[in-house]
Protein backbone atom coordinates (compact mmCIF):
# COMPACT_ATOMS: atom_id res chain seq x y z
CA UNK A 1 0.00 0.00 0.00
CA UNK A 2 2.79 2.36 1.07
CA UNK A 3 4.83 1.69 -2.66
CA UNK A 4 0.88 2.95 -4.41
CA UNK A 5 0.97 5.84 -2.26
CA UNK A 6 4.52 7.26 -3.05
CA UNK A 7 3.53 6.33 -6.72
CA UNK A 8 0.17 8.25 -6.69
CA UNK A 9 2.47 11.56 -5.00
CA UNK A 10 4.74 11.04 -8.10
CA UNK A 11 2.56 10.82 -10.73
CA UNK A 12 0.21 13.65 -9.42
CA UNK A 13 3.71 15.97 -9.28
CA UNK A 14 3.85 14.95 -13.00
CA UNK A 15 0.42 15.34 -13.87
CA UNK A 16 0.45 18.94 -12.27
CA UNK A 17 3.76 19.83 -14.79
CA UNK A 18 1.96 18.03 -17.39
CA UNK A 19 -1.16 19.87 -17.33
CA UNK A 20 0.49 22.55 -17.54
CA UNK A 21 2.07 22.21 -20.75
CA UNK A 22 -0.94 20.86 -22.19
CA UNK A 23 -2.80 24.27 -21.03
CA UNK A 24 0.12 26.23 -22.35
CA UNK A 25 0.69 24.52 -25.88
CA UNK A 26 -3.49 24.90 -25.89
CA UNK A 27 -4.12 28.77 -25.55
CA UNK A 28 -0.43 29.29 -27.56
CA UNK A 29 -1.93 27.13 -30.70
CA UNK A 30 -5.29 29.13 -30.00
CA UNK A 31 -3.48 32.65 -30.16
CA UNK A 32 -1.49 32.00 -33.19
CA UNK A 33 -4.67 30.33 -35.30
CA UNK A 34 -6.58 33.83 -33.99
CA UNK A 35 -3.76 36.41 -35.17
CA UNK A 36 -3.10 34.15 -38.69
CA UNK A 37 -6.56 33.82 -38.92
CA UNK A 38 -7.68 37.12 -38.61
CA UNK A 39 -4.95 38.94 -40.16
CA UNK A 40 -2.86 36.50 -42.62
CA UNK A 41 -0.26 37.71 -41.35
CA UNK A 42 2.23 35.26 -39.66
CA UNK A 43 4.05 37.89 -37.31
CA UNK A 44 0.45 38.62 -35.81
CA UNK A 45 -0.05 35.16 -35.38
CA UNK A 46 2.99 34.88 -33.65
CA UNK A 47 2.29 37.93 -31.51
CA UNK A 48 -1.22 36.80 -30.25
CA UNK A 49 0.74 33.03 -29.21
CA UNK A 50 3.08 35.21 -27.62
CA UNK A 51 0.06 37.46 -25.35
CA UNK A 52 -1.69 34.32 -25.02
CA UNK A 53 1.54 32.07 -23.71
CA UNK A 54 2.33 34.96 -21.64
CA UNK A 55 -1.65 34.97 -20.38
CA UNK A 56 -1.30 30.89 -19.40
CA UNK A 57 2.34 31.00 -17.75
CA UNK A 58 0.85 33.73 -15.47
CA UNK A 59 -2.06 31.80 -14.55
CA UNK A 60 -0.30 28.90 -13.54
CA UNK A 61 1.87 31.09 -11.32
CA UNK A 62 -1.07 32.68 -10.09
CA UNK A 63 -2.93 30.01 -9.78
CA UNK A 64 0.65 28.06 -7.76
CA UNK A 65 1.08 30.78 -5.94
CA UNK A 66 -2.54 32.23 -4.76
CA UNK A 67 -5.06 29.91 -6.05
CA UNK A 68 -5.73 28.66 -2.56
CA UNK A 69 -6.39 32.30 -1.17
CA UNK A 70 -9.06 32.41 -4.63
CA UNK A 71 -10.68 29.58 -3.64
CA UNK A 72 -10.72 30.01 0.28
CA UNK A 73 -12.17 33.40 -0.61
CA UNK A 74 -15.09 32.13 -3.12
CA UNK A 75 -15.76 29.68 -0.73
CA UNK A 76 -16.87 32.24 1.96
CA UNK A 77 -14.36 30.32 4.39
CA UNK A 78 -12.97 32.08 7.62
CA UNK A 79 -9.96 30.50 10.14
CA UNK A 80 -10.88 29.35 12.86
CA UNK A 81 -9.42 28.52 16.47
CA UNK A 82 -9.05 25.84 18.62
CA UNK A 83 -11.12 28.43 21.01
CA UNK A 84 -13.83 28.27 18.86
CA UNK A 85 -13.90 24.48 17.49
CA UNK A 86 -11.49 22.42 19.67
CA UNK A 87 -13.00 19.09 18.32
CA UNK A 88 -12.23 20.00 14.75
CA UNK A 89 -8.49 21.04 16.05
CA UNK A 90 -7.95 18.41 17.65
CA UNK A 91 -8.83 16.15 15.19
CA UNK A 92 -7.07 17.68 12.48
CA UNK A 93 -3.88 17.63 14.51
CA UNK A 94 -3.99 14.25 15.43
CA UNK A 95 -4.37 13.12 11.84
CA UNK A 96 -2.16 15.25 10.76
CA UNK A 97 0.47 14.00 13.29
CA UNK A 98 -0.74 10.35 11.52
CA UNK A 99 -0.68 10.99 8.19
CA UNK A 100 3.64 12.59 9.06
CA UNK A 101 2.27 16.28 7.57
CA UNK A 102 2.62 19.95 8.96
CA UNK A 103 -0.72 21.03 10.54
CA UNK A 104 -2.80 23.01 8.23
CA UNK A 105 -4.45 26.11 8.34
CA UNK A 106 -8.16 25.09 9.36
CA UNK A 107 -10.93 27.22 8.21
CA UNK A 108 -15.01 26.99 8.56
CA UNK A 109 -17.82 27.94 6.16
CA UNK A 110 -21.19 28.84 7.80
CA UNK A 111 -23.33 26.67 5.83
CA UNK A 112 -25.61 23.77 7.07
CA UNK A 113 -24.45 21.26 4.02
CA UNK A 114 -22.31 18.92 5.13
CA UNK A 115 -19.11 18.90 3.28
CA UNK A 116 -15.51 19.52 3.78
CA UNK A 117 -12.48 20.24 1.08
CA UNK A 118 -8.95 20.86 1.35
CA UNK A 119 -6.48 23.16 -1.29
CA UNK A 120 -3.25 24.46 -1.25
CA UNK A 121 -0.15 23.79 -3.25
CA UNK A 122 2.18 21.29 -1.06
CA UNK A 123 1.95 19.88 2.31
CA UNK A 124 3.81 22.90 3.69
CA UNK A 125 1.28 25.22 2.16
CA UNK A 126 -1.85 23.42 2.65
CA UNK A 127 -5.49 24.33 4.09
CA UNK A 128 -8.39 22.73 5.14
CA UNK A 129 -12.24 23.63 5.21
CA UNK A 130 -15.62 22.45 6.57
CA UNK A 131 -18.79 23.56 7.01
CA UNK A 132 -20.80 23.76 10.23
CA UNK A 133 -22.93 22.09 8.47
CA UNK A 134 -20.70 19.00 8.74
CA UNK A 135 -19.44 19.21 12.19
CA UNK A 136 -23.28 19.49 13.30
CA UNK A 137 -24.69 16.51 11.49
CA UNK A 138 -21.72 13.86 12.08
CA UNK A 139 -20.11 11.90 15.12
CA UNK A 140 -16.63 12.03 15.76
CA UNK A 141 -15.72 8.69 13.93
CA UNK A 142 -17.54 10.03 10.98
CA UNK A 143 -15.69 13.46 11.00
CA UNK A 144 -12.46 11.41 11.71
CA UNK A 145 -13.15 9.94 8.24
CA UNK A 146 -13.51 12.87 6.08
CA UNK A 147 -10.75 14.92 7.59
CA UNK A 148 -8.33 11.96 6.93
CA UNK A 149 -9.67 11.72 3.33
CA UNK A 150 -9.12 15.41 2.98
CA UNK A 151 -5.62 15.05 4.66
CA UNK A 152 -4.88 12.35 1.87
CA UNK A 153 -5.30 14.67 -0.31
CA UNK A 154 -3.02 16.82 0.87
CA UNK A 155 -0.08 14.06 1.45
CA UNK A 156 -0.89 12.71 -2.15
CA UNK A 157 -0.26 16.43 -3.25
CA UNK A 158 -4.04 16.34 -5.08
CA UNK A 159 -4.53 19.80 -4.04
CA UNK A 160 -1.63 20.74 -6.45
CA UNK A 161 -3.66 19.20 -8.96
CA UNK A 162 -6.86 20.26 -7.89
CA UNK A 163 -6.32 23.88 -7.60
CA UNK A 164 -4.47 24.21 -11.32
CA UNK A 165 -7.77 22.18 -12.49
CA UNK A 166 -9.81 24.45 -10.79
CA UNK A 167 -7.81 28.00 -11.95
CA UNK A 168 -6.30 27.12 -15.29
CA UNK A 169 -9.57 25.74 -17.68
CA UNK A 170 -11.03 28.87 -16.45
CA UNK A 171 -8.23 31.11 -18.59
CA UNK A 172 -9.18 28.75 -21.93
CA UNK A 173 -12.86 29.21 -21.29
CA UNK A 174 -12.66 32.91 -20.97
CA UNK A 175 -9.84 33.62 -23.72
CA UNK A 176 -11.87 31.52 -25.83
CA UNK A 177 -15.36 33.38 -24.89
CA UNK A 178 -13.33 36.75 -25.74
CA UNK A 179 -12.59 35.35 -29.36
CA UNK A 180 -16.03 34.47 -29.75
CA UNK A 181 -17.77 37.42 -28.92
CA UNK A 182 -15.44 39.78 -30.68
CA UNK A 183 -15.99 37.90 -34.04
CA UNK A 184 -19.37 37.29 -33.69
CA UNK A 185 -19.57 41.31 -33.33
CA UNK A 186 -17.49 42.29 -36.04
CA UNK A 187 -13.91 42.65 -33.87
CA UNK A 188 -12.20 40.14 -35.69
CA UNK A 189 -12.43 39.33 -39.25
CA UNK A 190 -14.77 41.52 -41.06
CA UNK A 191 -13.92 40.25 -44.62
CA UNK A 192 -10.34 41.77 -44.21
CA UNK A 193 -8.03 40.43 -46.91
CA UNK A 194 -4.61 40.65 -46.25
CA UNK A 195 -1.68 40.66 -49.40
CA UNK A 196 -1.56 36.86 -48.88
CA UNK A 197 -5.01 36.87 -50.52
CA UNK A 198 -3.82 38.62 -53.95
CA UNK A 199 -0.97 35.67 -53.54
CA UNK A 200 -2.80 33.26 -53.37
CA UNK A 201 -2.71 32.70 -49.57
CA UNK A 202 -6.05 33.52 -48.72
CA UNK A 203 -7.03 29.57 -48.92
CA UNK A 204 -4.66 29.21 -45.64
CA UNK A 205 -5.76 32.36 -43.93
CA UNK A 206 -9.80 31.12 -44.20
CA UNK A 207 -8.65 27.54 -42.82
CA UNK A 208 -6.26 28.81 -39.81
CA UNK A 209 -9.55 31.25 -38.68
CA UNK A 210 -11.95 28.22 -39.05
CA UNK A 211 -9.14 26.29 -37.02
CA UNK A 212 -9.54 29.13 -34.40
CA UNK A 213 -13.26 29.24 -34.44
CA UNK A 214 -13.47 25.44 -34.10
CA UNK A 215 -10.80 25.84 -31.24
CA UNK A 216 -12.59 28.32 -29.41
CA UNK A 217 -15.89 26.23 -29.23
CA UNK A 218 -14.42 23.43 -28.10
CA UNK A 219 -12.62 25.30 -25.58
CA UNK A 220 -15.13 25.23 -22.67
CA UNK A 221 -15.59 21.25 -23.69
CA UNK A 222 -11.97 20.62 -23.45
CA UNK A 223 -11.61 22.99 -20.39
CA UNK A 224 -14.26 20.42 -18.26
CA UNK A 225 -12.53 17.08 -19.87
CA UNK A 226 -9.69 18.66 -17.89
CA UNK A 227 -11.06 19.70 -14.96
CA UNK A 228 -12.75 15.77 -15.13
CA UNK A 229 -8.97 14.55 -15.24
CA UNK A 230 -8.87 15.05 -11.65
CA UNK A 231 -9.25 11.25 -11.55
CA UNK A 232 -11.60 9.37 -9.85
CA UNK A 233 -8.61 6.94 -9.01
CA UNK A 234 -7.65 9.56 -6.44
CA UNK A 235 -11.01 9.76 -4.41
CA UNK A 236 -10.84 5.86 -3.88
CA UNK A 237 -7.06 6.22 -2.99
CA UNK A 238 -7.92 9.27 -0.84
CA UNK A 239 -10.60 7.15 1.12
CA UNK A 240 -8.21 4.07 1.30
CA UNK A 241 -5.50 6.56 3.08
CA UNK A 242 -8.41 7.93 5.31
CA UNK A 243 -8.45 4.05 6.42
CA UNK A 244 -5.20 3.99 6.77
CA UNK A 245 -5.09 7.15 8.60
CA UNK A 246 -8.09 6.29 11.37
CA UNK A 247 -8.32 2.40 11.03
CA UNK A 248 -12.11 2.81 11.09
CA UNK A 249 -13.27 2.21 7.68
CA UNK A 250 -16.96 2.44 9.34
CA UNK A 251 -16.55 6.13 10.56
CA UNK A 252 -15.82 7.07 6.70
CA UNK A 253 -18.72 5.10 5.22
CA UNK A 254 -21.09 6.45 7.65
CA UNK A 255 -20.07 9.71 6.44
CA UNK A 256 -20.18 9.04 3.12
CA UNK A 257 -24.26 7.82 3.57
CA UNK A 258 -25.23 10.83 5.45
CA UNK A 259 -23.95 13.19 3.23
CA UNK A 260 -25.06 11.64 0.23
CA UNK A 261 -28.20 11.36 1.85
CA UNK A 262 -28.30 15.31 3.20
CA UNK A 263 -30.88 17.40 0.80
CA UNK A 264 -29.29 20.39 1.87
CA UNK A 265 -27.51 22.77 -0.53
CA UNK A 266 -24.42 23.95 -0.62
CA UNK A 267 -24.64 27.75 -1.61
CA UNK A 268 -21.10 28.58 -2.24
CA UNK A 269 -20.11 25.49 -4.22
CA UNK A 270 -19.83 26.17 -8.14
CA UNK A 271 -18.68 24.58 -10.78
CA UNK A 272 -15.11 25.49 -10.60
CA UNK A 273 -14.68 23.98 -7.18
CA UNK A 274 -16.96 21.30 -7.42
CA UNK A 275 -14.77 18.83 -7.67
CA UNK A 276 -12.84 19.89 -4.66
CA UNK A 277 -15.33 19.02 -2.46
CA UNK A 278 -15.61 15.57 -0.03
CA UNK A 279 -18.51 14.60 -2.04
CA UNK A 280 -20.11 16.27 -4.92
CA UNK A 281 -21.27 19.34 -3.62
CA UNK A 282 -23.94 20.02 -6.52
CA UNK A 283 -26.78 17.42 -5.60
CA UNK A 284 -28.79 16.16 -9.04
CA UNK A 285 -32.07 17.18 -7.81
CA UNK A 286 -30.66 21.20 -8.01
CA UNK A 287 -31.45 23.33 -11.06
CA UNK A 288 -27.48 24.26 -11.54
CA UNK A 289 -26.60 20.38 -11.85
CA UNK A 290 -28.02 20.48 -15.38
CA UNK A 291 -25.65 19.38 -18.07
CA UNK A 292 -22.25 18.98 -15.45
CA UNK A 293 -20.52 15.73 -15.74
CA UNK A 294 -20.16 13.66 -12.04
CA UNK A 295 -16.61 14.93 -10.77
CA UNK A 296 -16.84 11.91 -7.82
CA UNK A 297 -16.81 8.46 -8.04
CA UNK A 298 -20.53 7.29 -7.28
CA UNK A 299 -20.67 7.04 -3.33
CA UNK A 300 -22.22 3.25 -3.59
CA UNK A 301 -18.95 2.27 -5.30
CA UNK A 302 -16.96 3.91 -2.52
CA UNK A 303 -18.64 2.63 0.08
CA UNK A 304 -18.26 -0.78 -1.58
CA UNK A 305 -14.48 -0.60 -1.62
CA UNK A 306 -14.46 0.64 1.73
CA UNK A 307 -16.40 -2.66 2.49
CA UNK A 308 -13.97 -4.15 0.81
CA UNK A 309 -10.67 -3.21 2.63
CA UNK A 310 -12.69 -4.32 6.08
CA UNK A 311 -13.68 -8.10 4.40
CA UNK A 312 -17.34 -7.22 4.54
CA UNK A 313 -19.60 -7.66 2.00
CA UNK A 314 -21.13 -4.83 -0.78
CA UNK A 315 -24.15 -3.19 0.56
CA UNK A 316 -27.22 -5.10 0.00
CA UNK A 317 -29.49 -4.22 -3.07
CA UNK A 318 -32.10 -2.18 -1.05
CA UNK A 319 -29.43 0.25 0.44
CA UNK A 320 -27.53 0.66 -3.12
CA UNK A 321 -30.99 1.49 -4.63
CA UNK A 322 -31.82 3.87 -1.39
CA UNK A 323 -28.25 5.60 -2.14
CA UNK A 324 -27.80 5.17 -5.89
CA UNK A 325 -28.20 8.81 -7.31
CA UNK A 326 -27.75 10.86 -4.79
CA UNK A 327 -24.46 12.32 -5.48
Not at 14 to 42: C, D, E, H, K, P
Not at 248 to 256: F, I, K, M, T, Y
Amino acid sequence: MAGTFYSQIAANRRNSFFLMLVLILFLAVLGFAIGYGTTGQTGAGLGWLGIFGIIAIVSSLASYYTGDKVVLGVSKARPVTAAEQPQLINVVTELALAAAIPMPAVYLIDDSAPNAFATGRDPRHASIAVTTGLLEKLDREELQGVIGHELSHVRNYDIRYSLLVGVLVGTVALLADFFLRFTFWGGFGGGRRSSNDRDGGGGLQVIVFVLALVLAIVAPFFARLVQLAVSRQREYLADASSVELTRNPQGLERALAAISEDREVLEVANRATQHLYFTNPIKKFEERSKGLFSTHPPIVDRINRLRALSGETPLASTVEAELAGLD
